[in-house]
Nanobody
Framework: QVQLVESGGGLVQAGDSLRLSCAAS????????MGWFRQAPGKEREFVAL????????YYADSVKGRFTISRDNAKNTAILQVNSLKPEDTAVYYCAAGIGTYPRITYILWGQGTQVTVAS
């Protein structure tokens, strides 16, 4: 079955950290770029971070630069989003997505179901 499954979300306090994981199955993981997006209540889904197929290039939204780190382990078919210094405005459902192409022209072909991150002030 071709799927992405996120995990690692939760309820934390402002300033805390979380490690979000995205486990891929049924696709050639090392051939796709991996992105993270988030959607807060009442807002549009927004881009958070992207890592290319090899892990040699990463890209971040300005709002998370310096606090979030995206990485991947192609041997384990896993993408990671390390989120530090969390703020209440980071509260959202976080989604991972597999994409093809070269940043910024990425076509996302597969999405996970999302993991909730809630940051209390």
């Amino acid at each position: 079955q071709v799927q992405l499954v996120e995990s690692g979300g939760g309820l934390v306090q402002a300033g805390d950290s979380l490690r979000l994981s995205c486990a891929a199955s049924g696709l050639i993981f090392s051939s796709v770029a991996m992105g993270w997006f988030r959607q807060a209540p009442g807002k549009e889904r927004e881009f958070v971070a992207l890592i290319n197929w090899s892990g040699s290039s990463t890209y971040y939204a300005d709002s998370v630069k310096g606090r979030f780190t995206i990485s991947r382990d192609n041997a384990k078919n896993t993408a990671i989003l390390q989120v530090n210094s969390l703020k209440p405005e980071d509260t959202a459902v976080y989604y991972c997505a597999a994409g093809i192409g070269t940043y910024p022209r990425i076509t996302y072909i597969l999405w996970g179901q999302g993991t909730q991150v809630t940051v209390a002030s």
